[in-house]
């Protein structure tokens, strides 16, 4: 399969740092590729591929408004991404509530062995 006819999915999109920056610009409002490029030390070509990625995956879209395009997040195809990460929050869950307990039982040592020390001093 050649890299023009290549489909790129959320995961794929999402993959590099540079796509995720431009996901998070075009939160505020529409963007056209100068104004997206003028964030970034990279080219307006090297920007239109990354956009171009981002459409395929159906996180952007574009339209024409005279001469420019402006491009606008399309948080629906997000839900795909947020349906595999909701699996794992089982997970980060887990391991927030193991640590709350070992904090607040830690807290709980150190005000006991305060607690001793002072008897002892009296």
Sequence with gaps: MS???EKYDVFQAIADPTRREVLKLLTQKELSISNITSYFPMSRTAVA??????????LVSGRKVG??????LQPESLEELKQWLSFFEQFW???LS???????NDEQAGLQVIETEC????
């Design 98 to 104: 193991i640590l709350k307990h070992v904090v607040e």
């Design 49 to 58: 591929k990354h956009l171009h990625i981002l459409s395929e995956a159906k």
């Design 119 to 122: 008897d002892e001093q009296k």
């Design 93 to 95: 869950n887990n391991k």
């Design 67 to 72: 001469r420019e395009k402006l491009y606008r």
């Design 3 to 5: 890299s023009s006819a």
